[in-house]
């Protein structure tokens, strides 16, 4: 029986990845928004729901809150009196894991820099499912954020940033993000100190202001119908109070060109350059998409690796890609090579953007990238946890509910001409940042 399940699973989601996706979408009466793809081919229910709660909303000097305040959403449940009457009991961080493990619902979520959230995946039976729904909707309304386990956590944290700070890719990536992105919060980064400081009361203070019923995203794909996943909106913010307009974040500033070096005892040395460049809904997404295919996204089909790797044995492999997020995220091209291959690496790569800047993609070039992302686009959404990611993003993100259904004719669509007027836009040689971690001494 579960070889038969698994076998139509798979049919089906091959089938889904064909067909459009018809993402209904409606706003309850407190705000929530709520963004639904009705499947009945298996008896499963893929709920997620995220607020605008990431790290670029942690307060100054507070840097890892956002992170901590998710991850202790299920440490324990306080008891919480409904406007009916009822009681709901306290529970423990074991009793949450024990009621989930007794339907067989698996919980999931996090936190990144833009939003934070949970989500939970349960049988679609009405008993079972209904039961998932609601510890869900009590884990984001009414967290107890226990005292000891957030010590715990907090000293989990610690261990895990002074574990990175030994790691030559951890330090890479902390300096780009802090030279590419200067006093702009997507430059924080939780360190020792910012995480020691924060205490108890400031996660329940960043949980009441951010994780409210009028900030709330919720995705859900599965079987059960339009009026039913009503139902389950509204049961996952009942109880959730309503939230203020959040601050206006700053904008994200350019950075003028810098290059940064630091010494590590690594046999390598780890090399990120890039700069801020694409913002969610941005009209150049798909050219950059298929121009960063052509130049370090295609594996060993770009031009960084064939550059790199194949015409000079610097490296393994080379890449590039460009990370959407609210405001514009990063553009980024990386390797790892000898240290005495770094000067010559770092050149190699730069030259290789410099003249896709100046030229763009060849014709052929152009044609086998599209045809690769068009050819490869229903590996992206062929189960329903790929296709609830894309829901949540495209929610969150407030991307046009079609977007998935027009990716591939959008990506058919590009020319030579739109890559390099996209690329011409976004990046520039005189903007971009360089960390080079494990270098060897700058000859004179």
């Given at each position: 029986m579960l070889k038969k399940?698994?076998?139509?699973?798979?049919?089906?989601?091959?089938?889904?990845?064909?067909?459009?996706?018809?993402?209904?979408?409606?706003?309850?009466?407190?705000?929530?928004?709520?963004?639904?793809v009705e499947n009945h081919t298996i008896p499963m229910l893929d709920v997620n729901v995220e607020f605008d709660a990431g790290s670029r909303r942690d307060p100054a000097g507070k840097s890892g809150l956002s992170s901590l305040t998710n991850g202790l959403l299920a440490r324990g449940l306080k008891e919480a009196v409904l406007s009916d009457g009822r009681i709901e009991p306290a529970l423990s961080e074991a009793q949450i894991s024990n009621a989930l493990a007794d339907?067989?619902?698996?919980?999931?979520?996090?936190?990144?820099?833009?939003?934070?959230?949970?989500?939970?995946?349960?049988?679609?039976?009405?008993?079972?499912?209904?039961?998932?729904?609601?510890?869900?909707?009590?884990?984001?309304?009414?967290?107890?954020?226990?005292?000891?386990?957030?010590?715990?956590?907090?000293?989990r944290t610690v261990a895990a940033i002074r574990d990175g700070l030994t790691r030559p890719e951890s330090i890479a990536n902390k300096a780009f993000w802090r030279?590419?992105?200067?006093?702009?919060?997507?430059?924080?980064?939780?360190?020792?100190?910012?995480?020691?400081?924060?205490?108890?009361?400031?996660?329940?203070?960043?949980?009441?202001?951010?994780?409210?019923?009028?900030?709330?995203?919720?995705?859900?794909?599965?079987?059960?119908?339009?009026?039913?996943?009503d139902a389950i909106a509204k049961e996952l913010t009942r109880r959730l109070a309503q939230g203020q307009p959040l601050p206006v974040l700053p904008a994200v500033s350019l950075p003028t060109a810098v290059e940064e070096r630091m010494p590590h005892p690594a046999s390598q040395s780890h090399i990120l350059v890039g700069m801020p460049a694409l913002a969610r809904n941005d009209p150049d997404?798909?050219?950059?998409?298929?121009g960063n295919y052509v130049l370090g996204g295609g594996g060993f089909v770009s031009r960084l690796t064939h550059e790199v790797r194949e015409k000079r044995g610097l490296a393994y492999s080379a890449y590039s890609y460009f990370n959407p997020m609210a405001q514009p995220g990063p553009y980024l091209a990386g390797l790892q090579t000898r240290k005495d291959q770094s000067d010559e690496a770092l050149k190699v790569v730069r030259d290789t953007i410099e003249a896709f800047l100046r030229d763009g993609p060849t014709e052929a070039e152009?044609?086998?990238?599209?045809?690769?992302?068009?050819?490869?686009?229903?590996l992206r959404i062929d189960n329903n946890r790929k296709i609830?990611?894309?829901?949540?993003?495209?929610?969150?993100?407030?991307?046009?509910?079609d977007y998935l259904d027009t990716w591939t004719t959008h990506v058919g669509k590009v020319t030579a001409a739109d890559?390099?007027?996209?690329?011409?836009?976004?990046?520039?040689?005189?903007k971009m940042v360089t960390v080079v971690v494990g270098s060897e001494p700058v000859k004179p």
């Open positions: 399940l698994i076998v139509i699973a798979l049919f089906t989601a091959s089938g889904m990845a064909q067909a459009a996706l018809n993402i209904q979408h409606w706003t309850l009466d407190n705000g929530a928004r709520v963004y639904f339907i067989a619902a698996q919980r999931g979520g996090g936190a990144g820099a833009d939003r934070s959230g949970m989500s939970v995946r349960t049988l679609s039976a009405a008993a079972t499912r209904d039961e998932a729904v609601r510890l869900l909707a009590r884990l984001l309304a009414h967290p107890d954020f226990p005292e000891d386990l957030f010590r715990r956590d907090q000293a030279l590419a992105y200067g006093n702009h919060p997507y430059a924080a980064e939780a360190t020792v100190e910012s995480v020691e400081a924060i205490t108890r009361d400031e996660l329940v203070q960043f949980h009441r202001a951010h994780y409210v019923a009028n900030h709330a995203v919720i995705a859900m794909i599965g079987d059960v119908t339009r009026a039913e996943a997404v798909f050219a950059l998409t298929v152009l044609k086998a990238a599209k045809d690769n992302l068009i050819g490869g686009f229903a609830l990611d894309n829901i949540a993003s495209i929610g969150f993100y407030r991307m046009p509910l890559v390099r007027a996209a690329f011409a836009r976004k990046l520039a040689m005189d």
